[in-house]
Nanobody, 121 residues
Framework: VQLVESGGGLVQAGGSLRLSCAAS????????MGWFRQAPGKEREFVAA????????YYADSVKGRFTISRDNAKNTVYLQMNSLKPEDTANYYC???????????????WGQGTQVTVSS
């Protein structure tokens, strides 16, 4: 399984970014895909997750209403649309996958390399 993130960068507070995660190596119809982030000196935290087959979603309270997770089955790609970005959203963002159809935090089996998001004030 390979997960490759892209779309990170530098943005001003209040701006938007869209992260992408291209997945390959297996059929993901029975998988849940998640986004996590880790800021310097902090533990990795859950951001959002989506059930690949049903499209049901789950968000951390800190991003609810600002971030949207979605997937394109034809492209085997998961997206994280991030709006109204804040400096505290600055982190390395990781895509992850696990078997199962219920989205949420917890243990994930496969991880990407991460993409850096920096929000300036």
């Amino acid at each position: 399984v390979q997960l490759v993130e892209s779309g990170g960068g530098l943005v001003q507070a209040g701006g938007s970014l869209r992260l992408s995660c291209a997945a390959s190596g297996r059929t993901f119809s029975s998988y849940t895909m998640g986004w996590f982030r880790q800021a310097p000196g902090k533990e990795r935290e859950f951001v959002a997750a989506i059930s690949w087959i049903a499209g049901s979603t789950y968000y951390a309270d800190s991003v609810k209403g600002r971030f949207t997770i979605s997937r394109d089955n034809a492209k085997n790609t998961v997206y994280l649309q991030m709006n109204s970005l804040k400096p505290e959203d600055t982190a390395n963002y990781y895509c992850a996958a696990r078997s199962g159809r219920i989205p949420g935090p917890g243990d994930y089996d496969y991880w990407g390399q991460g993409t850096q998001v920096t929000v300036s004030s």
